[in-house]
């Protein structure tokens, strides 16, 4: 019934698709208010809406009141899909891409669909709204001017470590997506990696009706999700404040570790430089890899 009045009251007749465009727009991640006026006209005009999960878009385009054809673009057919659908575009169609939820591309397919459009000289247009990590970012009392986005870490061994300790040597906010059944171990790997008042804010359910944000050092949140099973449900953002131990890495400090670059492994420099220094070793190796790369 809102959707309707909602439709009803906007100026989507002031809203008009292009032929051959393919639009990127932004859904809803949980309150289905949250889309916008012109993400509505637009679902509602184009010739067909390209999703990752046809049949959970397609209720949510039937709440909205649209009836746009689906077709599926996902992880394990977006190669061979994004030629049909550049094609499509070439013939004048219009199309939308759209994810599950939040804003396309983020840690969703559609990379190689938007760049092939790119390469096949197709105008993309995006239609901004939703999107979960500058929902959290903007929630959770962490330092805003420079962060990274991390997206999902590793789901298990050698790998996941390696991430986790990375992130807990970064001097900027981190932002991780992590699954919920995932989350404690992923707080109780960081929590020996980091400095004792070093604080995450975990982000759960955003806009949804179990929307929870808190704010506090990594052991105590850690403890919290330990406690409590219900934080270890729905979708989760985490975000990582800055480690303040990159201070201690002075000219003098980069220049040696570029020397011994040149003749070790950088896990060996890693160590060198921690014990030199008196920095943890997993923030020499995140500062390591930044000057490698």
Same mark, same amino acid.
């Given at each position: 019934?809102?959707?309707?009045?909602?439709?009803?009251?906007?100026?989507?007749?002031?809203?008009?698709?292009?032929?051959?465009?393919?639009?990127?727009?932004?859904?809803?991640?949980?309150?289905? =208010?949250?889309?916008?006026?012109?993400?509505?006209?637009?679902?509602?005009?184009?010739?067909?809406?390209?999703?990752?999960?046809?049949?959970?878009?397609?209720?949510?385009?039937?709440?909205?009141?649209?009836?746009?054809?689906?077709?599926?673009?996902?992880?394990?057919?977006?190669?061979?899909?994004?030629?049909?659908?550049?094609?499509?575009?070439?013939?004048?169609?219009?199309?939308?891409?759209?994810?599950?939820?939040?804003?396309?591309?983020?840690?969703?397919?559609?990379?190689?669909? !938007?760049?092939?459009?790119?390469?096949?000289?197709?105008?993309?247009?995006?239609?901004?709204?939703?999107?979960?990590?500058?929902?959290?970012?903007?929630?959770?009392?962490?330092?805003?001017?420079?962060?990274?986005?991390?997206?999902?870490?590793?789901?298990?061994?050698?790998?996941?470590?390696?991430?986790?300790?990375?992130?807990?040597?970064?001097?900027?906010?981190?932002?991780?997506?992590?699954?919920?059944?995932?989350?404690?171990?992923?707080?109780?790997?960081?929590?020996?990696?980091?400095?004792? =008042?070093?604080?995450?804010?975990?982000?759960?359910?955003?806009?949804?009706?179990?929307?929870?944000?808190?704010?506090?050092?990594?052991?105590?949140?850690? =403890?919290?999700?330990?406690?409590?099973?219900?934080?270890?449900?729905?979708?989760? !953002?985490?975000?990582?404040?800055?480690?303040?131990?990159?201070?201690?890495?002075?000219?003098?400090?980069?220049?040696?570790?570029?020397?011994?670059?040149?003749?070790?492994?950088?896990?060996?420099?890693?160590?060198?430089?921690?014990?030199?220094?008196?920095?943890?070793?997993?923030?020499?190796?995140?500062?390591?890899?930044?000057?490698?790369?």
């Amino acid at each position: 019934r809102y959707c309707r009045r909602f439709i009803e009251a906007s100026p989507v007749e002031s809203c008009t698709v292009m032929s051959g465009t393919l639009y990127i727009v932004s859904t809803p991640i949980g309150n289905l =208010d949250d889309i916008s006026h012109r993400a509505i006209a637009v679902l509602g005009q184009v010739d067909w809406v390209a999703a990752e999960d046809t049949r959970h878009s397609q209720r949510m385009l039937e709440q909205l009141g649209i009836r746009s054809r689906m077709i599926s673009c996902h992880d394990h057919n977006e190669g061979q899909r994004s030629e049909e659908l550049v094609g499509r575009l070439q013939s004048g169609e219009q199309g939308a891409l759209i994810s599950d939820a939040g804003t396309p591309l983020v840690s969703d397919p559609g990379y190689r669909l !938007v760049r092939a459009c790119h390469r096949a000289g197709v105008r993309v247009v995006p239609i901004p709204g939703a999107s979960a990590l500058l929902a959290a970012l903007a929630a959770a009392g962490q330092p805003s001017d420079r962060f990274l986005f991390e997206g999902f870490v590793p789901a298990k061994g050698a790998p996941r470590q390696q991430a986790i300790e990375r992130l807990a040597g970064l001097s900027v906010t981190s932002i991780i997506y992590e699954a919920p059944h995932r989350v404690l171990s992923f707080l109780e790997a960081l929590k020996p990696l980091v400095e004792k =008042d070093r604080e995450i804010s975990l982000c759960r359910e955003l806009t949804k009706q179990f929307e929870t944000i808190r704010l506090g050092a990594v052991a105590d949140i850690c =403890d919290w999700v330990a406690s409590d099973s219900n934080q270890q449900r729905g979708e989760l !953002v985490l975000i990582l404040s800055p480690t303040a131990q990159t201070a201690a890495w002075s000219d003098r400090d980069q220049a040696l570790a570029k020397s011994l670059l040149a003749e070790l492994p950088v896990s060996r420099v890693a160590k060198i430089m921690a014990a030199h220094t008196g920095m943890k070793r997993q923030a020499v190796y995140a500062l390591l890899e930044a000057m490698n790369n």
